[in-house]
């Protein structure tokens, strides 16, 4: 092996176990539990993306890593299953050439907000990473009845629409999606909008609530997307979620 | 023993080895506690049920299995003391032979829908599960003040009808009965229906609702209940109950 | 030592092992944290109780367990400091000869209902144990400003006269008092009673309420407290405290 | 080493074994998670105080301790990076020469009573310990749009004097701070901050809220500050952080 593709294949395996501490980190956070995923962007090859087999993120390991044409199409002949919501991932990395992760889950906390008309701007300043606007997508609209899972690239491209260049879209009756521009990052917006929408729910119970202002929006999720609080939140996921050595 | 015998045996036998673990998962998702049951049609004999002796499921092993007739009457000379309520299992077994597994429990989450007159029709995807309609039961119209149980075939038969061709029935201030084709989907429409009750009352305090639509319901659960979420479900579910290598 | 002396022993040994399983399962199901006891009559003496030296119950052992008077007066020289609050204990042993075992504690769900007047009537058939009628006691009314521990026999016998012949009273702002004929009973009005404080809570914010009936309530706790369903419950509980073997 | 310098050590040497202590139980509470930060004042030099590097205090060890000036000045040439809020800490021990522990914790119980005009005052007695009066600094009002963290002296400064002579402040949109006399009763008085946050939330959905009186307030915060009861529930939390032979 040459040494340019030795040094490849470090690159790559490393975006993989990232990508398999991402799935378990998720699991433990209890932002994906049986169904949702997390995928990854093929470091060296814009237009492939990396995404597990069909299985349950608490238990996706190195081995069930696939890897994807943006249009959902397997490479090589692993005859496994693979999610049949891929789409929504392919046609993210289509449309959004910023956007290197992306996870799709139903935290629950998250899901009331996609079933009515409340709010979900950010709060306080560990949520301000979800950004200031937080859009709607309904399968309805476009596709009428459905069995509701985003799995063709139509509905896929018809939800990436919807995000636009927002960090967070949710689903209506069934979940959200998270957008960034690296694994860790699209982690911690996972976790600030499931936070956010636990302490939206609770203060909407007490009075009146005062939302932070665009301006702090902006500064603070600059702060906290940049590479020492992402590490610091990191190497706390990763030990609550038992990678103790790492 | 002959070559048929062996395998009706396996048969059996497989089918208490999903039984022990459906206990031990709902006992684990916290579905069932000291109180509550889980049976399963006797896979060659479809007048006879499997159910755990009066055990809490937590720690309900293979050898607390004991086998019934649909009328509760235990098969054999065990001296253990069966569920008061097995009679649930057996009246819903000979009104519905589609069904092959049932479920008693007292999910905390859906204990309030039982008491007041709040809908528990499914908000998101993966509650499609628990179907449109979930008729509620109330041990006073026929059989007036009680200790609340269901401990006579009486009593059961009152409560199959009221579950009608349903997948859940709620009994007034005691808890809810499911109903599938087998284990896997019993557990899946339990949990469905502990996380619809949860999300249900979180999302009444933030504002009005919007329900899956009738085409919704039948599309995503007919998509859940196929063998291949069925599975993945149930890799989740085992691995969290500590069924590590199965 | 005379047989007799034996039999004494291993009856009080036997009481005191479950007095600390009850102190662990209290513990583990968040009835009790770092203040809170439970505490059991002596088996053979009427005049004497065991409870704890001043300790967090989740790491209380045998070597603990202190003997005190009804009037809170500790039998022996032990130096180690009793739990200021006993006396709750003492008084209500004394004016109900019928009690064998007391907890006091502090379920973060039970003390919203001794800061208003909302109602603690059981809701469903599980909580039927702790009883139709639950006063609540105020401190203020008889000593006005006071640190709020129940720590003298004057204020341990105001309480156990607002207790009456109930099983369950509040501490208006402190906590809660639950005595039943034994430790296995006490455990399972005190868990009662925390869920359906849960569940009142719930219940409320989704409509109006139905409660049991006197009459349910009469039949269901004079069935859940009958040796079955307790010693169903007991299992399960000791399981989930860490004691596998017992 | 003198015998004076040995001393002194083993003084410091006590304190940092508490400070990490408090790291790890302030993060098993859910105090604090990956951000958040406990310091201690210099036990002989009332001009210093002890934090750690930038790190989640769950996995804070004695290494990561460092030492800073009341300026927050680094003592020694460690290139580890600090946290850029220590000037919470600073500020606070200029101010309060009777402040020797500070916490800065987004508790999320809190967070709702820091975005809205809902009052935390003690409602039970073990809430107490947080005082009767509870100040909010919101940045804007001095510093306008920032990334909201705390992260000058000027910041600290502002901050310090909402505190006040109080035990605790909230920050809009953001968290809280404690001070106390010592490192265990400014766990004890953040855990109770939380526990009265939750209390308050629950209580409010109920009914009319009766808090507790200023005397009782005055008379139950002296009593659960006070040796006995801070070092009993110190045993508690540090055998739930896993410290078990401590």
């Known amino acids: 092996m040459s040494a340019e593709a030795i040094r490849e294949k470090n690159v790559i395996e490393a975006t993989l176990t990232t990508l398999v501490m991402a799935n378990r980190i998720l699991a433990r956070e209890t932002i994906i539990d049986n169904f949702g995923h997390v995928s990854v962007r093929h470091p060296l090859n814009p237009d492939r993306y990396f995404l597990s087999r069909s299985r349950s993120p608490e238990i996706v ?7 994807f044409t943006l249009e959902g199409e397997q490479i090589g002949d692993d005859p496994r299953k693979p999610y049949a919501e891929r789409h929504i991932h392919g046609a993210i990395y289509k449309d959004r050439p910023d956007v290197h992760a992306v996870t799709h889950h139903h935290a629950r906390s998250v899901l009331p907000f996609t079933m009515c008309d409340a709010s979900l ?3 306080f300043h560990m949520a301000s990473v979800i ?10 609209d476009e596709f009428g009845d459905t069995n509701m899972l985003v799995d ?3 509905m896929g491209h018809s939800l990436s629409r919807a995000l636009g ?13 998270c957008a960034a521009t690296d694994l860790k990052s699209v982690v911690m ?3 600030g909008l499931r936070d956010n929408a636990e ?3 609770a203060t909407r119970l007490l009075g009146a609530v005062t939302y932070l202002t ?5 500064k603070a999720s600059a702060m906290l997307l940049s590479p020492m609080p992402v590490a610091r939140a990191w190497d706390y996921w990763t030990a609550r979620a038992g990678f103790g050595g790492i």
Not at 165 to 177: P, Q
Not at 214 to 218: C, L, T
Request: glycine share 8%; charged share 25%; aromatic share 2%.
């Open 61 to 67: 390991t190195r081995d069930d890593i696939m890897e």
């Open 121 to 123: 701007r950010p709060m």
């Open 131 to 140: 950004g200031a606007e937080i859009p709607v997508w309904d399968s309805q």
């Open 152 to 154: 063709s690239m139509a």
């Open 165 to 177: 260049a927002n960090r967070v879209a949710l689903l209506r009756g069934h979940g959200a999606i």
């Open 189 to 191: 917006i996972s976790i």
């Open 199 to 201: 302490l939206i729910q």
């Open 214 to 218: 665009d301006g702090e929006i902006d």
